[in-house]
C-alpha cells in the first residue's frame, strides 16, 4: 500500500460537545479519526495540529501546515481541515510547490454528530489519494473530489459544490 | 465530476435484522447505501440487483454483473459485493475485458450494525475510482485498495490484507 | 395503561446541529422524541412548547406550563425540560398544587448526540411515571428519581445527584 | 436512592455480530448494558447469567435465576431476559413467592443493532421499579408496563401488547 500522512487540524469535523459548558469544542486528540481508524480496521498515521475552528487560523498555521509536509516522507498526505478557509490553505499548499499529493477534507457536521458525513468525506480522500498519480493539490468534500479550484463550499446550500 | 455507477449485488453490506424471525436479511432495497448517500448529500445512481449473500452466487449471477456493466454507459463503476467470494466475482470481471475501471467493495460488518466501516469501504472505493486513470478490476476493503490480485480476504483475521 | 401526557419544552435533550451556522438549535418539533417513539414502537402524546434553553425560561413561560398541565386530562404527565433551572420550574409546579403526577427530565447531552442519556432518562421518567401512586412533582436525570427537592444538578460534574 | 440489582441473562438484547462467522452471538459479558451504565452516567450492579437465547432456556436455568434473586440482598431486580420466553420465566418467578419487586425486560433488536429500543425498554423497566411499592412479578417492553399476566409478545407484529 501507499504510504500516507494524515494531519488533522481541527475544524467541525472534530468537534464534540462539552456537557459542563454547553458548548462544541475542537477535541486536539482526534478521537473521531481514531475511531474510524479502530472501526474500520485500518492503521493509518495520524499527527494532531493547530486545533482550531479554520475561521481562527492564521498565517502561522497554514506555515505549520507547510512546514509538517516539508518534514514528512509520506508522499501521499490527507489534511483534515475546516471548511470555512479550506480554500485558503488549499492555495497556500499549491503556491508552496510541495512536490506531493496531498488533499483536504473535513465535514459539514461533526464526526461526533454525524459519523456518516465525516467518514465518507475522509475515506474519500483517503482512495483519491492512493489513487492519485500527478502531484497537487485537491478537495474532497461530500462526493466532489478534483484539483482545489474545482471545488468549493457554497456557504449557503451548506455543502460543497463544483466550481464552473 | 466523473460519472460513477454503482452496482449493489447484496453480501453482509446489506443485511438487516429482522425483529420478527430473529435472523439478519439481505435488503433488497439498499437503504444502507441510500443512507450513506442522503446524509453526505451526494447523488450516486444506484442498480440493486442479485442481493445474495456471496457464497450464494451462482455463474449466472456474475454473468449478469457483467451484463449489466456492459450495458451501462458510465466507464467507473462500483460493485457493492459480498466478502466471501469477492476474488472470483473480481476474476470473472477481469476475464471479460470489460474496459473499464471497475472496484469492488463491501463489508465485514452489516451497515445497519457498523455504519462506520461499511461507509469507509464504500466512499474509498468512491474516491479510489474516481482518481483511476487505468483500466481493470480493483478491490477496496478496510483501507486496502489495489489489483484484485493483490488484496484478499483473511478469513481468521476478519479483515482483507494485501497479498504478497 | 396509564395515559400519559408529554410536554416538551426545550432544552439540551431537543438540540440539534445547524450546519449552515455550525451552531446548536433547539428543534422546535420535537425529532428526538419522534425518533424514540418510533424506534420503541410505543405511541406516546407530545406537546411541543416553548422551545427554549432553560436558562432563557420567563415567569410566563412556567404559567405556560402550569396552565398546559391544567387543560389537559392525563392524570400523569412527563415534561421534557433544560437541566439548568429544572428545579426552579419544578418548584413553580410543585407550589400550583397541580393534583397530578408530574415527573421533568431531560438530557446532559441532545438526543441528535448522544441519544443513549437521552433516551435512558425520558424512559426512566416514563416508567417511574407509569407505577406512581403519589401525586407530586418528581425528576429524573442519569437514574437519580426522586421527589424534586431530593434530586439536583451538580455543575461542576455535570449530572444530576440525591441531595442531602 | 434504592438499590436495584440487574440480572442478565441474555436474549436478543445482548446480540452482537461476530464478523468471521457472520453469526449474531449473545455477549457473554453485557457490554450493552456497560454502554448503557456508561453513557448514562449511571452506576448500576449487573451480573450476567446464562446467556442464553430465551428459547434454550431450561429448568435449570429458571432456578438458577430464583436462586439468584434469593441470594440477592436487594429488593428490587430487574431481569434482562429474551422475549420468547419472558412469560414462561416471570411465571415460574411469580410461583416462587419471592417477595420482592422483579421486573423483566428486553429487547427485539438487539442493542448492538438498535440501541435506543433496548435503552427505553430497560430503563422504562429501571423507573418503574423504582417506584413500584407492590411485590410481584411485572414486565416492561415497548411502553407497555404492568404485572407480567397483563403484557404479552405478538409474535406476528414483533412487540408487545397489552393482555385483555
Do not use: Q
Amino acid at each position: 500500500m501507499k504510504n500516507i500522512l494524515v494531519i488533522n487540524t481541527g475544524g467541525t469535523f472534530n468537534k464534540t460537545y462539552n456537557p459542563i459548558t454547553g458548548e462544541l469544542e475542537i477535541d486536539k486528540e482526534g478521537n473521531g479519526l481514531k475511531e474510524i481508524e479502530k472501526l474500520w480496521l485500518n492503521g493509518f498515521k495520524v499527527i494532531n495540529i493547530i486545533a482550531k475552528d479554520s475561521l481562527d487560523m492564521t498565517k502561522e498555521d497554514r506555515a505549520l501546515i507547510v512546514k509538517t509536509i516539508k518534514k514528512s516522507l509520506e508522499k501521499r498526505i490527507i489534511i483534515v481541515h475546516g471548511t470555512d478557509t479550506m480554500d485558503k490553505s488549499a492555495k497556500v499548499l499549491a503556491e508552496a510547490k510541495l512536490n506531493k499529493k496531498i488533499i483536504l477534507t473535513g465535514a459539514m457536521m461533526p464526526y461526533s454528530i454525524n459519523s456518516i458525513e465525516a467518514t465518507a468525506n475522509f475515506c474519500s480522500a483517503y482512495g483519491y489519494i492512493t489513487a492519485c498519480n500527478k502531484k497537487g493539490v485537491y478537495i474532497s468534500m461530500n462526493g466532489k473530489i478534483d484539483n482545489y479550484k474545482r471545488v468549493s463550499k457554497n456557504k449557503e446550500k451548506g455543502y460543497f459544490v463544483e466550481t464552473k
